[in-house]
């Protein structure tokens, strides 16, 4: 069964820092992804990463993968308030019909 | 380009009826959707897999006589929740997946149901 791991799940910080978010599965995948969520909201897509060493940034946001080592990150410079916001990552598998396996997500608060 | 839609947005309804909620991708059409649930807080979980013209996929735990899912066109698939109930509140949010080699899924708006 495919796991996927997010830490940390709560994450306080204040404008202008920096801070990464983990995200680790169990098993090979094809291609993870993350989204952001907003309270009350749907999934808005951050980025998908294909391949090993694949490494994209949007903005204030940078994301790599490490096969590998089954991990992601999601790395967040000079954070700004509105970066507040949950992420999830999640993996899916091509086998299985491309079901996706979600992490718990990390609630994300950005302090003036 | 991949728009998903949902209707409705929100809804609340009496214990013991059912409501039904639609999935439509509006600029391509999606043999595979997908259903999850989140409640608050919490990540979201896939309930099934809904193909068109066959019958839906559901996980384990899902009582798929409880969660009706249609699928009868490519751009359209429906949850009903069958004789609802508080614990069934919910937020439900649809994915449709696109074909062509890119295999992406795109999410829907979500739909909030609250039963009383």
């Known amino acids: 069964e495919l796991k996927v791991e997010q830490n940390p799940l709560f994450l306080s910080m204040q404008e202008g820092k920096n801070y990464t978010i983990y995200c680790n599965y169990s098993?090979?995948?094809?291609?993870l992804y993350w989204y952001r969520q907003d309270p009350g909201k749907s999934l808005e897509s951050l980025f998908v990463l294909l391949s090993n060493g694949a490494v994209k940034q949007e903005g204030r946001l940078m994301a790599s993968l490490d096969t590998k080592a089954r991990l992601s990150t999601l790395h967040i410079t000079a954070a700004v308030h509105d970066l507040s916001a949950t992420y999830f990552c999640?993996?899916?598998?091509?086998?299985?019909?491309?079901?996706?396996?979600f992490g718990k997500g990390t609630l994300l608060t950005v302090n003036p | 380009g991949a728009v998903v839609s949902q209707h409705p947005s929100r809804v609340i309804c009496k214990s013991g009826t059912s409501v039904k909620i639609e999935c439509r991708s509006l600029?391509?059409?999606?043999?595979?959707m997908f259903w999850y649930r989140q409640f608050p807080k919490q990540s979201l979980m896939l309930m099934a897999t809904s193909n068109e013209g066959s019958k839906a996929t559901y996980e384990q735990g899902v009582e798929k006589d409880k969660f009706l899912i249609n699928h009868a066109s490519l751009t359209l698939s429906t949850l009903t929740v069958t004789s609802a109930h508080p614990e069934d509140s919910s937020f439900y949010i649809c994915?449709?997946?696109?074909?062509?080699?890119?295999?992406?899924?795109?999410f829907g708006p979500g739909t909030r149901l609250t039963v009383t």
């Open positions: 600029d391509f059409q999606a043999t595979t």
């Open positions: 994915s449709a997946l696109t074909s062509g080699g890119a295999y992406e899924q795109y």
């Open positions: 999640a993996v899916d598998k091509r086998m299985g019909n491309y079901k996706l396996t």
């Open positions: 098993t090979t995948s094809d291609r």
